[in-house]
């Protein structure tokens, strides 16, 4: 069955840097958009950025522009979000998803991770 695994989250300071990965298994990684997004407490679940199936096109959040980067490996089925400059405000338990919604961004994802905590004090 599709798994998605995240990792890399952790505690961090304001300015600081975090990459997060997210190993995918038992589905066709290739053939889906790999998104992330994110969920504070007590707001809702915000997409963050995704990356597209082969052409690598990427989209990303306001939040995200300028400090976060998407990126994919292929070759090892694993997602990545590199996080620069971070703020408290990024404080949030951090999803993969996978889509194999064939439209550009996609509306839906149709696997989820666990979720990566990652905490960032000032």
């Known amino acids: 069955q599709a798994q998605l695994v995240e990792s890399g989250g952790g505690l961090a300071q304001a300015g600081d840097s975090l990459r997060l990965s997210c190993a995918a298994s038992g589905f066709t990684f290739t053939s889906n958009t790999m998104g992330w997004f994110r969920q504070a407490p007590g707001k809702e679940r915000e997409f963050v950025a995704a990356?597209?199936?082969?052409?690598?096109?990427?989209l990303n959040s306001n939040s995200a522009k300028g400090r976060f980067t998407i990126s994919r490996d292929n070759a090892k089925n694993t997602v990545y979000l590199q996080m620069n400059s971070l703020k408290p405000e990024d404080t949030a338990v951090y999803y993969c998803?996978?889509?194999?919604?064939?439209?550009?961004?996609?509306?839906?994802?149709?696997?989820w991770g666990q979720g990566t905590q990652v905490t960032v004090s000032s």
């Open positions: 990356i597209s199936r082969y052409v690598g096109s990427v």
């Open positions: 998803a996978a889509s194999g919604d064939s439209r550009w961004p996609p509306l839906k994802y149709d696997f």
